[in-house]
């Protein structure tokens, strides 16, 4: 994995695509499947929407950490799979053979067959809503990946992988961001 | 357009499309181009981000009503106007030959050239993270149109259209809300 300026790690999100979410709780790491997530700032800051009812939410208001890995189209089975199993009673990186590697800041790991993994750290909570605040801390893409192909959920069972790309950015120069 | 059920509105949402949000502050109504949104619930609850450097959002504070819109491939560059321009100075309504439509329980308008239209309340402001919280109260959908593919914002000036469609509803059936 190549390291990612922060100031672009926003991009990652912004098209909404299915994400897989890393814990550690001091024991071992989870995985969640998780598509209720929203870009709130460039620096990047992120909401997620979790609660309870994810195993992995225990661990992230513990630990105040988290990864956000992006899968692309090739890994749609295992983003599935990751979806419809609990951490309470299954090591999801092994059943999924899915690898783990070491973050620069947080305890939660990167996922090695990501397209890319933002460390985030968690810093706010919104009970009522079940929205949890993220602060990217790291950011990081494989470069050398062919299939970059993100997978974005309909939330009835289907999912639909990227299509075309359409440029605009020079009718949009004036509202981006500086160095994006 | 036709009625959608409220129990599938959130489908709308979920693929993280860009849309288009109106209001109406009494006297005259407006349109915003957002891509920070986020599904909260599936009944459907709605989180976006916006503040006071988008003219929208004194009329959504006000009236707490709005409607998103779900524009389509096709609308792009009406997406990117009605983005890069403001409501304080400009009717984008006619400068974009978009078409209101009177919704059925919010003064906000429809637009009538997109593929949905959810009307919504504003139920809660997280002040501290900009973020508005929307309960969807009635939604519809073009049944007749042709083109059917999202655009999703990557926030560098480019898109991405809709492609191909994935089906795991059966992997996912145990996931998924009754009736969806």
Known sequence: MKKLPLNKAFTLLEPGPVVLVTTHDGLQSNIMTISWTMVVDFTPVFAITTGPWNHSFAAMRKTKECVIAIPTVDLLDKVVGVGTCSGTDTDKFAKFKLTPLPASQVKAPLIKECLANIECRVIDYNKKHSIVILQGVAAW???A?????MLHAVGDGTFIADGRKLDRRQA????????V
């Open 141 to 143: 893409v494989d470069a």
């Open 145 to 149: 990946r062919k299939e970059r192909r």
């Open 172 to 179: 949009m120069r004036a509202k981006l961001p500086a160095g």
